[in-house]
């Protein structure tokens, strides 16, 4: 049985791709595969503009992980805990859905049509989710209504990461968006995912950040998704030990 882990926020931009794909190579390079066989982790895309289906083809053979593309497949989706031949599967979501479909949705936020089955299927699949928020006031209010509209009510375990930090902007951005997350009682990420332009060109020159060539820069990218993998694993421990 695989552990499902789906990369989450109605606001889009904020780097839910880069975290899906990166997050899922760096797991991938940490548990290898055995005499050349793929590692067993999966990428799973169900945004319908494809960001991570491009960025997966560009990369081509290279890639460390397994990857599928499963917008069309909500029966696919329904099912991604049973999936045997990984351990790991780690699920990028759209931005959003329709907000016309939204409307409709008879209470829930989710609203109806195939985008808002996908994210609903990959969320009844869930063991955990991973809410990613930039550092500036614009982000905060989709990322509270995405986990007290969404997350809470279904009584899935959550955890939010600050993504798409720029050091040279300074701290008080980053430290006012810790406050704003610490005031709202939600399970907090140490690791911050710093901003950097090889993450930015990393789509379409087809590298992951356990392949981008060497530099100073390159390991600080790598150092962040590591510690994040680290971070989130022992947190699904400690859950696992007080369940």
Not at 12 to 40: F, H, M, Q, R, W
Request: hydrophobic share 40%; net charge negative; charged share 25%.
């Amino acid at each position: 049985m695989a552990f499902v882990t789906v990369v989450l926020n109605q606001k889009g931009g904020i780097g839910k791709s880069t975290i899906t794909v990166n997050l899922a190579a760096t797991i991938a390079e940490v548990l290898g595969g055995l005499d050349g066989e793929a590692a067993p982790v999966a990428a799973v895309s169900i945004d319908p503009q494809g960001s991570t289906v491009w960025w997966a083809e560009r990369v081509g053979d290279e890639l460390p992980f397994v990857f599928v593309d499963a917008y069309d497949d909500t029966e696919g989706i329904k099912n991604l805990r049973e999936a045997t031949a990984v351990q790991h599967v780690l699920v990028d979501t759209p931005g959003w859905m329709d907000p016309a479909a939204r409307k409709k949705g008879a209470g829930d936020p989710l609203g109806t049509g195939p985008v808002a089955d996908s994210i609903r299927a990959a969320l009844d699949n869930a063991n955990h989710v991973i809410v990613p928020i930039e550092p500036e006031p614009l982000g905060w209010m989709p990322t509270k209504s995405t986990i007290e509209q969404i997350l809470k009510p279904r009584g899935i375990p959550y955890t939010v990461v600050i993504s798409n930090w720029d050091p040279r902007d300074g701290k008080s951005d980053l430290d006012e968006t810790k406050d704003f997350v610490r005031r709202n009682g939600w399970p907090l990420a140490r690791t911050v995912i710093r901003h950097y332009k090889l993450h930015t060109r990393a789509a379409a020159e087809g590298q992951v950040v356990t392949r981008y060539p060497k530099s100073r820069v390159a390991q600080e990218c790598l150092q962040d998704f590591t510690n994040l993998a680290l971070e989130l694993q022992l947190r699904f421990v400690q859950t696992k030990a007080g369940a």
